[in-house]
C-alpha cells in the first residue's frame, strides 16, 4: 500500500485502508509497532501527525465499536507503507469532524468552530433520561440545552455539576490558545489564532476536539467522548496519565453529559461525575447508555446531513463540506434544511 507522507491527509491514510479492507474509517484501528500501538486518528491533520517512517507495517483492526479502550477485532491487513506515489483511492465513509475524533493525542483536529440549530433527530426520547444500572450505582443521561454551547454545558456538568458555566469555559478555552501559541498556532486551528479566539467565545460558536484536549488539560482529568452513532470511544488527555475520568455522550451534533447516581432517582447533587479510570465497569455502562440512544435513533450523521450558510445562502452536504466552507469564506453559522 503506497502513500506519499509528505502531502497526504490522515483521511486519505483512512479512505486508503477503507478501499482495502472496507472498514469504515470510524471503525478503523491502526496499530504500529512492537508491542502494537493504536494511532491516533484525527482525519483533518496532516499524515505527518501519525510520525511514519517509510517501510512501517501497519496491523488495520476492526474495532467493533471503540478504538480507544481496547477490546477484541479482527485483524484484516498488515501492509508494508512507502511513499514512492500518492493515494487516489475512492473515499470511504468519513470519521466526524470537529467533535469526537482529535482524542489521545495533545493537539486535535484543525476545524474552525461552527455554530448551527441542531435538528430535532438528535435529541434524546421525551420520555425521560437514559440510565443504565451498574455494581456501584446507575448511570444516567444527562441532557443538556441545545444552545450551541451544549459542550461547554455539559463540561460544566461532569466538572462543576454547573450546567451555566458555559460563557466561563469559552474564556477557559480562549486563555488557553491565547497563552500557547505554539500548541495552538494557525495550522491546527485551521484559521488565524486571533479569529478563532474571538469565535469561540461567541454564545454560538460550536466546540469540539480542540476544546475537549484544553479541558482535559485544564482539569488534568481524561475525557471520554463516546460516539452515540458508532460507539467510538475517543479519549481526551489519556496520555497525561491522569487517575481521573469524566464521560460526555457525542450525537453527531450535541453533547450530553453522564453522571452516576447512587439510587435511580437521587437529587442531582448526589451524583458522581469523576471517575477512576481504572474502574472500566463505569466506561462499559456508559457504552450501554449510548447503545441505547442508538437504538432509539438519537444521533445524527455529520457527513450526509443537508446543512445551508445562512450568510450566503450556499447548499451543503455534511459537516466537512460545512467546515471547508467556513475555512474559506470566514461563514460560521449554518441551518439545517
Request: proline letters at 8%.
Amino acid at each position: 500500500m503506497e502513500i506519499n507522507l509528505d502531502t497526504a491527509s490522515v483521511e486519505d491514510l483512512q479512505a486508503m485502508v477503507f478501499s482495502f479492507t472496507e472498514i469504515p474509517p470510524a471503525l478503523q484501528d491502526l496499530k504500529l509497532g512492537y508491542p502494537p500501538r493504536s494511532l491516533t486518528l484525527v482525519p483533518e491533520l496532516p499524515i505527518t501527525s501519525l510520525n511514519l517512517k517509510p517501510g512501517d507495517q501497519l496491523t488495520v483492526i476492526e474495532s467493533k465499536g471503540s478504538n480507544a479502550v481496547g477490546g477484541g477485532g479482527i485483524s484484516h491487513s498488515s501492509k508494508p507503507m512507502n511513499t514512492s506515489g500518492s493515494s487516489t483511492t475512492q473515499r470511504g465513509p468519513s470519521s466526524l469532524v470537529g467533535a469526537a475524533p482529535g482524542a489521545n493525542r495533545k493537539v486535535p483536529a484543525s476545524a474552525p468552530p461552527i455554530r448551527a440549530p441542531p435538528p430535532a433527530s438528535a435529541k434524546p426520547s421525551s420520555s425521560g433520561p437514559e440510565r443504565v444500572s451498574i455494581r456501584s450505582g446507575t448511570l444516567i443521561h444527562r441532557v443538556v440545552p441545545d444552545d450551541n454551547s451544549c459542550l461547554f454545558s455539559s463540561t460544566g456538568v461532569v466538572f462543576e455539576q454547573n450546567m451555566s458555566a458555559a460563557p466561563r469555559l469559552r474564556q477557559v478555552v480562549a486563555e488557553a490558545i491565547k497563552n500557547d501559541p505554539i500548541t495552538w498556532n494557525e495550522a491546527v486551528l485551521g484559521r488565524p489564532r486571533d479569529e478563532y479566539i474571538s469565535t469561540i467565545l461567541k454564545p454560538a460558536a460550536w466546540g469540539g476536539a480542540i476544546e475537549l484536549s484544553i479541558f482535559a488539560s485544564h482539569y488534568s482529568t481524561e475525557i471520554a467522548s463516546i460516539d452515540v452513532e458508532t460507539g467510538r470511544i475517543d479519549r481526551f488527555g489519556s496520555e497525561s496519565g491522569y487517575t481521573s475520568r469524566c464521560i460526555l455522550l457525542y450525537s453527531g451534533i450535541h453533547y450530553d453529559a453522564v453522571s452516576l447516581a447512587p439510587m435511580p432517582d437521587a437529587p442531582e447533587d448526589f451524583h458522581e461525575t469523576k471517575f477512576d479510570v481504572s474502574d472500566q465497569t463505569v466506561l462499559d455502562g456508559a457504552s450501554k447508555l449510548a447503545g441505547a440512544l442508538r437504538a432509539k435513533k438519537a444521533y445524527t450523521n455529520t457527513a450526509t446531513f443537508d446543512l445551508k450558510c445562512q450568510v450566503c445562502g450556499k447548499g451543503l452536504k455534511g459537516e466537512k463540506e460545512a467546515r471547508s466552507h467556513a475555512s474559506d469564506t470566514g461563514h460560521v453559522e449554518f441551518g439545517e434544511y
